[in-house]
């Protein structure tokens, strides 16, 4: 999923720092304190090359930007650096090593050869955060300064309002059981919540123990009758497509015998145990009745909630929306559905292949749902299995996207060093990387691809050429990792239609726009699901989606290429959204428990 140029490089302690490195980078680092010292927008600007890249997660402004060039980067600091957390006295920006990360050459992509990384601390009288660097020197030019192609400065504590890392274990001097403490608070939680948040998975769930160590007081609800039911009522063998390290949640690693790709159920249970020793206090079977109603005068909701049959009214400041990144499944609606004798569902209510023994399945869709539901099917011995390709898929062989996020999240070294790398490059600045490699994607993979082509799948890197891992942020869909699809496509166990789509039921099956037909016993439609703004107006009215304004849509990137919607204000005060995949929850619900702290201490205003 990441691009072997596109993040650089972890460096852990056995690759020693070379003094040359170390030099340059706190030479740099250096000019660059004496200008935000300053607050002197001109001179930080030119710390960076013409093209660099500055990403501001609350450090400069309390707002998540990224911006590209000198005069779009000079233009911000010029108007930020004089309020938000760096407006108050810098009391020190200095350079930052651990064991784990210290200041190294790197690949730099975009023809810049080799960069140099640093990481850096900074502190104001309000503040305190960190900072990574990866600097270039101009193409070409050897004698040339060295400069950031990238910067990004993130916020970690609000002084006053730190986190809680962990609590003693002994309570009222030895005199209090867990048992009372835990019932006292969550007795406390559910009086007079201060959040809400709607839907209990991963990034929900994360949230909720991002607020409760900020001590703020957090009330999750979901529909379900456990937490994980989400993922247990999907297909039997669903595994994450991504290693065990990089969608490990906030505050509770898996144990080193953790599988490298979760079993969903097996997701599912870790997620209830996480709500569990986390403390996180949640009402499951339990849904809003009605729409909220924002007050705002008192900025408050006034919420009414239906705990397993039970009426309770809230009062919260804030709502969260963790329902996830997509809506509800989409089904083409097709004529002739009530002439067709077969089974018809979406893939959200597929569970097994094993009711397809000796059927004909058409799956309409090829992303990593449709070709996983195909491999399935086969090893259940349908009696032919049909995947449908409406148009191109961007294709990742398994072994490939496995290596690329472990150059970014290695099992060797704690799962922090992973995300300061991945939470520094500006998704822009990635995606442009990654255009400039798409010749080393197609290279890389190119036996999975002829296997592909001769089975008859039309290929892409992406609506830019910019891979998969762009199209994650940009689409959720579209793509697939391979781990033995391609095989059965080339042995044809696994029949490809391309390039036309389901217009009609028959009797007997489905009928495609190129006029062509198939026979079918049961018909699969892997196509995907709505937007997340469509369900979040379900939930909350029409009225109050009204006022989110910020963004157009509540994921996707926008044209800064940060997500549209998630994790920062939405133009409707006291109203936020979570979304976004395992490296995206776990690094910004810290900062939107951040957000939710600076607006309670009077240092942010929406």
């Not at 650096?81 to 050459?105: C, N, Q, S």
């Not at 909720?208 to 247990?232: F, S």
């Not at 809506?327 to 959200?348: C, M, N, Q, W, Y």
């Not at 191109?392 to 290695?410: A, L, P």
Request: with cysteine.
């Amino acid at each position: 999923m990441y691009g072997a140029q596109a993040t650089g490089n972890i460096h852990m302690a056995q690759d020693a720092p070379t003094d040359e490195a170390r030099d340059i980078a706190l030479d740099w680092l250096v000019t660059f304190s004496l200008a935000v010292r300053a607050r002197d927008a001109s001179a930080v600007t030119d710390c960076f090359i013409p093209e660099g890249w500055f990403r501001d997660l609350l450090a400069i402004s309390w707002q998540i930007r990224s911006l590209e060039g000198s005069q779009k980067i000079h233009a911000y600091l010029a108007e930020t650096l004089a309020r938000g957390p760096m407006a108050h006295t810098v009391l020190d920006v200095k350079h930052y090593e651990d064991p784990w990360i210290h200041p190294v050459f790197a690949p730099a992509g975009l023809g810049h050869g080799r960069s140099v990384e640093v990481a850096f601390d900074w502190e104001t009288t309000v503040a305190r955060g960190k900072a990574y660097a990866r600097l270039v020197k101009k193409k070409g030019d050897e004698q040339a300064k060295w400069k950031a192609l990238s910067v990004c400065m993130f916020i970690t504590d609000v002084k006053g309002h730190e986190a809680v890392t962990h609590e003693l274990g002994i309570y009222g001097n030895h005199t209090l059981s867990w048992e009372s403490v835990y019932a006292e608070r969550r007795a406390l939680v559910e009086a007079a919540p201060q959040v809400l948040i709607v839907g209990a998975g991963q990034n929900g769930l994360q949230i909720g123990a991002a607020c409760k160590q900020m001590g703020i007081r957090a009330l999750l609800i979901d529909r379900d009758e456990r937490v994980g039911d989400l993922w247990r009522r999907r297909y039997p063998t669903l595994a994450l497509h991504t290693t065990r390290r990089q969608h490990e949640l906030l505050f509770q690693p898996y144990p080193t015998t953790w599988p490298e790709f979760m079993p969903k159920d097996k997701y599912a249970d870790w997620l209830e145990g996480y709500a569990k020793f986390q403390d996180l206090i949640v009402w499951n079977r339990s849904q809003m009745i009605g729409h909220p109603v924002y007050n705002d005068d008192t900025r408050t909701w006034d919420v009414i909630v239906d705990r397993a049959g039970q009426r309770r009214t809230i009062y919260p400041s804030h709502i969260i929306m963790a329902t996830g990144a997509l809506g509800g499944p989409i089904i083409p609606s097709l004529p002739g559905r009530d002439l067709f004798k077969g089974t018809v569902l979406h893939a959200e209510r597929y569970q097994g292949g094993f009711t397809y023994a000796n059927q004909r399945v058409v799956v309409v869709g090829a992303g990593n749902t449709g070709i996983d539901i195909c491999q399935d099917l086969c090893f259940h011995k349908a009696q032919s299995v049909t995947m449908v390709q409406r148009s191109v898929t961007c294709v990742v062989d398994g072994e490939t996207s496995q290596k690329g996020i472990h150059r970014i999240y290695r099992d060797d070294a704690p799962t922090y060093v992973g995300d300061l790398k991945f939470l520094t490059m500006p998704i822009g600045l990635l995606k442009k990387i990654d255009q400039g490699r798409v010749q080393d994607m197609w290279d890389q993979d190119a036996e999975l691809f002829e296997k592909l082509r001769k089975g008859g799948v039309k290929l892409y890197m992406g609506p830019e050429n910019a891979g998969m891992h762009i199209m994650v942020y940009e689409r959720g869909g579209g793509y697939w990792v391979d781990k033995g699809g391609a095989d059965l496509i080339v042995s044809g166990a696994i029949k490809v239609k391309q390039g036309t789509a389901p217009v009609a039921f028959t009797t007997g099956g489905i009928e495609f726009s190129d006029g062509t037909t198939l026979d079918a016993d049961s018909v699969v439609f892997a196509t995907g699901y709505a937007s997340m703004r469509d369900m979040a107006t379900s939930i909350l009215g029409e009225e109050t989606m009204a006022r989110v304004t910020v963004d157009p849509e509540i994921y996707g990137l926008d044209s800064e290429g940060e997500i549209m919607g998630s994790y920062k204000p939405t133009g409707h005060p006291g109203l936020w959204f979570g979304t976004g995949g395992g490296a995206t929850g776990r690094t910004m619900s810290k900062f939107l428990a951040i957000q939710l702290k600076a607006i309670e201490s009077g240092l942010m205003s929406l």
